[in-house]
């Protein structure tokens, strides 16, 4: 068990060497899948525990007049999860594949024009690459997510400007709340070869948000 991770991690250096652009769609198409599959299950999971206790509270008031004492806990059956959406999984994961080379083309400009050394101007570079990435990448991505998920869902501009007026602000303010953190770290201590990967495995709690987010607007 011990040497599976250096295993795993040499692998991916040598493949990375190889193909770098196909590994990191490969990368980030799996991590999107997780990060989906997450979304879905955490909402089948509250929709089946609101539905069941929504159906029991209703059968106690079914006789009027009577006081019925609780339900015991035994006797509140959950209720059959909603079926497992294969073609959401599937657009999120188009999604993941398609923006892994624009943000591993993006790293890799912003590791030449800001280069980090150990010397005293690596936290202004670092401040810079951030910043940049912020201003520029996080919104630019976040518009490309939410208008292909929309369109990939069979809707029409007019549908693409409703979701961007119901969710894109907010989804941007909640970037703006992990993501500067995230990409210090990131930008500072990873190696180039391995940002987009650690960009992305934080992307499984961001996923699971956007999932959830867009999902909520779907048209």
């Not at 799996?30 to 929504?54: E, K, N, P």
């Not at 209720?79 to 943000?103: H, K, T």
Request: hydrophobic share 45%; charged share 15%; with cysteine.
């Amino acid at each position: 068990m011990a040497q599976i991770f250096p295993t795993l991690i040499r692998h991916y250096d040598t493949t990375f060497a190889a193909r770098p652009l196909l590994t990191m769609m490969v990368t980030n198409t799996f991590l999107c899948a997780i990060a989906d599959t997450t979304a879905q299950t955490i909402t089948s999971t509250i929709a089946t525990t609101t539905t069941s206790s929504t159906t029991i509270h209703t059968l106690d008031k079914a006789i009027p007049g009577k006081k019925k004492p609780p339900t015991p806990q035994s006797a509140q059956l959950p209720l059959p999860p909603p079926p497992f959406d294969w073609s959401r999984l599937i657009r999120f994961m188009s999604w993941g594949c398609i923006v892994a080379p624009f943000q591993f083309k993006w790293f890799q400009f912003l590791s030449r024009r800001y280069p980090i050394s150990g010397q005293g101007g690596a936290m202004g570079a670092l401040v810079k690459r951030v910043g940049l990435d912020q201003v520029v990448f996080a919104p630019v991505g976040l518009a490309g997510f939410f208008g292909w998920m929309t369109v990939s869902e069979g809707g029409g501009w007019g549908d693409v400007k409703r979701k961007f007026g119901e969710v894109y602000f907010g989804a941007l303010r909640s970037n703006y709340i992990l993501w500067p953190a995230v990409q210090m770290v990131n930008f500072r201590l990873v190696p180039l070869r391995f940002q987009l990967p650690f960009a992305s495995s934080w992307g499984i709690l961001w996923g699971t948000y956007l999932s959830l987010t867009n999902s909520a607007a779907e048209v």
